[in-house]
């Protein structure tokens, strides 16, 4: 398709993810989310390409905001169920995070998502609320929910992680 007067454009940029994910090794997952909020870390490239944000930061409860916009768009003129999976994703893994210590991480064993209803770019700002379910040493049950600021469900997503232990980052 040739560009024309329709033709849209973003760019986007973003920090060194491996410096990232060093200022994690150096402190427990509460104190880095601390960090990112308070600019003194950046973000991870995935929240500058989706357009998520940080609202609130609290021991086992990290609230991202995003607008549904047009670059979310699929092919049927609504936004991608892609959009509310990865931030339902991330807000529970970022959750989960916030309550391990520094050298403890995480990764997603598996995730399902249910969508409720369809989200555009009049949708206005969504939010997530995720709860823990259950954290053990070795495997975590959470939980989340993605709203619109009249509070309407959107979608809902359950998660069981993997606890990890972190290592540095082979030169």
């Not at 991870?44 to 905001?65: D, K």
Request: net charge negative.
């Amino acid at each position: 398709m040739a560009a024309d007067d329709t033709t849209r454009q973003r760019l986007i940029t973003w920090g060194d993810p491996l410096g990232i994910r060093e200022a994690l090794l150096s402190m427990g997952g509460l104190a880095f989310f601390h960090a990112i909020a308070e600019g003194r870390v950046s973000l991870p490239p995935m929240m500058h390409l989706m357009g998520f944000r940080i609202i609130s930061v609290a021991e086992g409860h990290i609230v991202f905001e995003a607008d549904p916009a047009e670059y979310h768009y699929n092919p049927v003129g609504v936004v991608h169920g892609g959009f509310a999976a990865t931030l339902l994703d991330s807000a529970i893994g970022c959750s989960l995070l916030s309550r391990l210590p520094e050298g403890v991480s995480f990764t997603t064993l598996e995730i399902k998502v249910s969508y409720l209803r369809t989200a555009t770019g009049q949708t206005g700002p969504m939010h997530t609320e995720t709860t823990i379910l259950s954290l053990g040493r070795r495997v975590a049950s959470v939980e989340s929910r993605l709203l619109d600021a009249s509070g309407r469900l959107y979608a809902t997503a359950s998660s069981t992680c993997l606890i990890l232990r972190l290592e540095p980052a082979k030169e």
